[in-house]
Every structure is written in C-alpha cells, then in structure tokens.
C-alpha cells in the first residue's frame, strides 16, 4: 500500500516557522513528506532539514519524496529523542520545530495497522510497529487500568461500563480485531449515546495513546524541541484533540511566563524573563475550503511559540 497523507494546515504551519533559506529545521512527524517537502524546498544550499518518524514505513515514503534535496536527510526515531538525534548529527541549535501530531491517513486506511474503527483489522494501532499492541492492552490490562486509559485519554463518561465489557468479552475468547473491539463499546454505552459521534471513537483514541506512549513523547518531545531552538526560533504544534492540546497550551504558557513572585510583592525579586512568545494568542484552525477538502483536518489545532533572547536554563 502507498503510504499517503494530506498534510494538515501546510500553508500555515511552514509559514508559522518564518524559514531562513540557510536555517536548520526539523519535522519531528515526517510522515509522508508533506510538509518535509514543503520546508526543503524553501532552503538553499547552506540550509538543512531533518525529518523524523518513528513509522519504518513512514521514513521509507519521506526518504523517497525528498530523494532529490541534498539539504534533507530523513532518520528512523521518535522525536522524543530529537535532542540525541541532533547531537549525533553535530547540531546545536536549529531554527525551526515542527510536530504533526496526527495520525496518518495511510496509518489509518492501512487495515493491517489496526487504527482504525471502521474496519475489520488486527487489533495493533502500533506506530513503530514495534512493542505492546492494542491487543495486549486489551487483553492484559486490568478493568481498572482500562477504564483509567479510557477515561483520561478518551475523555469518555461511560468508560467503567466498557472496560467491564471488554473484560467480560475476552474471558470467552481474546479480543484480537478491531470490529471485535468495536462490537463491545457499541453495546457498552446507552442508545441515546449512540446518537451523537461515533461511539468508538474515544476508546479507539485512548487505546492508541496508551500503545503508543503518545503523552510522554510529546512532554519530552515539547522539552527537547523547544531548547534546541536558537534565539527567535520557532516551534510548531499542530494537535488534534483536546488532550494534546491542552498540554501543549500549557507548556508554551509557561515557557512564556515570566516573574513568579506572588500578587502582593510591589516589585520582582525572582528576575525571571519569558522564555518565549507566542506567535498568535489564539491557536489558527484550518480553513473551511481545507475543512471540505480534508475533513480529518476539522480538528486540528495550530500553536506557534518563539524563543526569546533569554538563555533557557
């Protein structure tokens, strides 16, 4: 199957990194190319690219989509370890971050990946394509982890009844496709639910960032991304559900905090600056023409952060 993916808010998000034509940048979600694509061909001959993903199949379809930039260099890793990846290439400081952190639509329509709900699959949803898959967790984990999982990552209200459900199920017989997983949520949540979005897709949603460990890579990726950054180098989020979202706007409000004196104190002792400034105080959404073009794009989020003079300590 041809790994393909739309890129999401692509005028926006390489607009948003105010590119050099001789900076250094970074996609730490390369995925097809898109946007890696569109980066490299701003650069000249003193400018470089790196892409990342943690998807083999992934890292085969950017390598080949950038095979004619000999600015750009495609590497197999999990942005979470972008501070590594960087030191191993000589690099200190770059210019500009950019993170997708949306599934691919070749991940998704790729039945033997297991991400999707609308399907019969192997139930995996394993990015790397490598460690624990969605199987495991289903069949392993407790009731009381799963409906810890489904509750904080999936935001999902009836989240006790369906991992009740899903241990009920797999003392019969394992939980191993993604229909099979599909059946059980459907009957676990009320009719008068089933009305509303489609009731798998917050199950769906948490299982997939508990396999893939998606809230510990984005809080190290966030962390290692922005203090690579060099003076008034920027960094891009482009998130697709309110998890990921709130942790990144939080992140960036921090990072662009400065005194931490209390309220009352008539002046500032501590001396801390900002160690960043947002680009634009509101997150950019897609447009309605990209919306209709794309209508995985509905959700996504765009966050731009700029590193200030200040050295990050």
Same mark, same amino acid.
């Given at each position: 199957?041809?790994?393909?993916?739309?890129?999401?808010?692509?005028?926006?998000?390489?607009? /948003?990194?105010?590119?050099?034509?001789?900076?250094?940048?970074?996609?730490?979600?390369?995925?097809?190319?898109?946007?890696?694509?569109?980066?490299?061909?701003?650069?000249?001959?003193?400018?470089?690219?790196?892409?990342?993903?943690?998807?083999?199949?992934?890292?085969?379809?950017?390598?080949?989509?950038?095979?004619?930039?000999?600015?750009?260099?495609? $590497?197999?890793?999990?942005?979470?370890?972008?501070?590594?990846?960087?030191?191993?290439? /000589? $690099?200190?400081?770059?210019?500009?971050?950019?993170? =997708?952190?949306?599934?691919?639509?070749?991940?998704?329509?790729?039945?033997?990946? /297991?991400?999707?709900?609308?399907?019969?699959?192997?139930? =995996?949803?394993?990015?790397?394509?490598?460690?624990?898959? @969605?199987?495991? #967790?289903?069949?392993?984990?407790?009731?009381?982890?799963?409906?810890?999982?489904? %509750?904080?990552?999936?935001?999902? &209200? %009836?989240?006790?009844?369906?991992?009740?459900?899903?241990?009920?199920?797999?003392?019969?017989? +394992?939980?191993?496709?993604?229909?099979?997983?599909?059946?059980?949520?459907?009957?676990?949540?009320?009719?008068? @639910?089933?009305?509303?979005?489609?009731?798998?897709?917050?199950?769906?949603?948490?299982?997939?960032?508990?396999?893939?460990?998606?809230?510990?890579?984005?809080? &190290? /990726?966030?962390?290692?991304?922005?203090?690579?950054?060099?003076?008034?180098?920027?960094?891009?989020?482009?998130? %697709?559900?309110?998890?990921? =979202?709130?942790?990144?706007?939080?992140?960036?409000?921090?990072?662009?905090?400065?005194?931490?004196? +209390?309220?009352? %104190?008539?002046?500032?002792?501590?001396?801390?600056?900002?160690?960043?400034?947002?680009?634009?105080?509101?997150?950019?959404?897609?447009?309605?023409?990209?919306?209709? &073009?794309?209508?995985?794009?509905?959700?996504? &989020?765009?966050?731009?952060?700029?590193?200030?003079? #200040?050295? $990050?300590?």
């Amino acid at each position: 199957m041809v790994f393909s993916h739309i890129p999401v808010m692509l005028e926006e998000a390489v607009g /948003g990194l105010d590119i050099k034509p001789d900076g250094v940048y970074v996609d730490c979600t390369a995925g097809g190319g898109g946007h890696s694509r569109a980066i490299a061909e701003k650069l000249n001959s003193l400018g470089r690219l790196v892409a990342l993903d943690r998807d083999p199949e992934a890292v085969s379809a950017c390598s080949e989509r950038l095979s004619g930039f000999k600015n750009a260099q495609v $590497i197999h890793s999990n942005y979470s370890d972008l501070r590594a990846v960087l030191d191993t290439l /000589g $690099i200190d400081f770059v210019d500009g971050v950019l993170m =997708d952190l949306g599934v691919s639509s070749h991940q998704l329509d790729d039945r033997e990946r /297991g991400f999707s709900y609308h399907s019969d699959s192997p139930l =995996d949803m394993r990015m790397s394509m490598t460690g624990v898959s @969605a199987s495991d #967790v289903v069949n392993n984990f407790s009731e009381k982890q799963l409906a810890d999982i489904i %509750f904080r990552y999936g935001d999902e &209200k %009836f989240s006790r009844q369906i991992a009740r459900s899903i241990v009920r199920h797999r003392e019969e017989m +394992p939980i191993t496709t993604t229909s099979q997983l599909a059946d059980i949520v459907r009957e676990s949540i009320p009719q008068r @639910a089933r009305r509303e979005k489609n009731p798998c897709r917050k199950t769906f949603q948490a299982i997939r960032i508990e396999v893939n460990g998606e809230t510990e890579h984005l809080k &190290k /990726g966030l962390s290692e991304a922005f203090s690579s950054l060099r003076p008034h180098g920027r960094l891009a989020v482009i998130t %697709f559900h309110s998890l990921e =979202d709130r942790l990144v706007k939080q992140q960036f409000a921090q990072w662009c905090r400065g005194c931490t004196c +209390p309220p009352d %104190f008539p002046q500032c002792v501590c001396g801390k600056k900002p160690l960043g400034t947002l680009v634009s105080g509101k997150p950019l959404v897609p447009s309605q023409r990209e919306v209709e &073009k794309n209508t995985r794009s509905r959700s996504a &989020k765009l966050r731009i952060i700029e590193r200030s003079e #200040v050295e $990050i300590v």
